[in-house]
T-cell receptor, first 112, second 112 residues
Framework: EAQVTQNPRYLITVTGKKLTVTCSQN?????MSWYRQDPGLGLRQIYY???????DKGDVPEGYKVSRKEKRNFPLILESPSPNQTSLYFC???????????FGSGTRLTVV | GNSVTQMEGPVTLSEEAFLTINCTYT??????LFWYVQYPGEGLQLLLK?????DKGSNKGFEATYRKETTSFHLEKGSVQVSDSAVYFC???????????FGKGTRLSVIA
């Protein structure tokens, strides 16, 4: 089944403790992206990647890092999480032929 | 820049009522337009899309027509069901290599 898999689904952590949210897709998509969803703000893009070793900032990149060492994986790294990064995070990949995005099921992160 | 404006919710309808969720956009060139749906506790799913002016996207009884003259892509359904209760996002991408830009989402509640 074609899918984007994120882990974990839920995470509660403390301020300053480094964490990684993993994202993997099995569709051989070149384009991958991370979004955060907050009430009243909709979805905002954090980072995206056009291909292996190619990443770029989205609208709200501060406090986040990403890497794209292989095509299928696009982890989101929070080196020193803060409470304002409490949010619902979505990873997505895109078929550049027809622009269709496939989203993961989301990771609900709480930073206390 | 590129942006999407959609009507604020929540929208509450009775079962079998007619649904319209307004969406207008600002973009350079000829963007592709999308509607995504997010059911409770899930990620976003592509509902329908249109890639050029006057195209009509349709799926599961929902329709939207790409109107370049009014820069709009309103979502409609003739008879909603309780199972349509979800958050609906209008989105655009100016081209195949640019990020997806989302509206803030409209929550729809359908009551029996």
């Amino acid at each position: 089944e074609a899918q984007v898999t994120q882990n974990p689904r839920y995470l509660i952590t403390v301020t300053g403790k480094k964490l990684t949210v993993t994202c993997s897709q099995n569709m051989n998509h070149e384009y991958m992206s991370w979004y955060r969803q907050d009430p009243g703000l909709g979805l905002r893009q954090i980072y995206y990647s056009m291909n292996v070793e190619v990443t770029d900032k989205g609208d709200v990149p501060e406090g986040y890092k990403v890497s794209r060492k292989e095509k299928r994986n696009f982890p989101l790294i929070l080196e020193s999480p803060s409470p304002n990064q409490t949010s619902l995070y979505f990873c997505a990949s895109r078929d550049t032929a027809n622009y269709g995005y496939t989203f993961g099921s989301g990771t609900r992160l709480t930073v206390v | 820049g590129n942006s999407v404006t959609q009507m604020e919710g929540p929208v509450t309808l009775s079962e079998e009522a007619f649904l319209t969720i307004n969406c207008t956009y600002t973009a350079t060139g000829y963007p592709s337009l999308f509607w995504y749906v997010q059911y409770p506790g899930e990620g976003l799913q592509l509902l329908l899309k249109a890639t050029k002016a006057d195209d009509k996207g349709s799926n599961k009884g929902f329709e939207a027509t790409y109107r370049k003259e009014t820069t709009s892509f309103h979502l409609e359904k003739g008879s909603v069901q309780v199972s349509d209760s979800a958050v609906y996002f209008c989105a655009l991408t100016p081209s195949g290599n640019t990020p997806l830009v989302f509206g803030k989402g409209t929550r729809l509640s359908v009551i029996a």
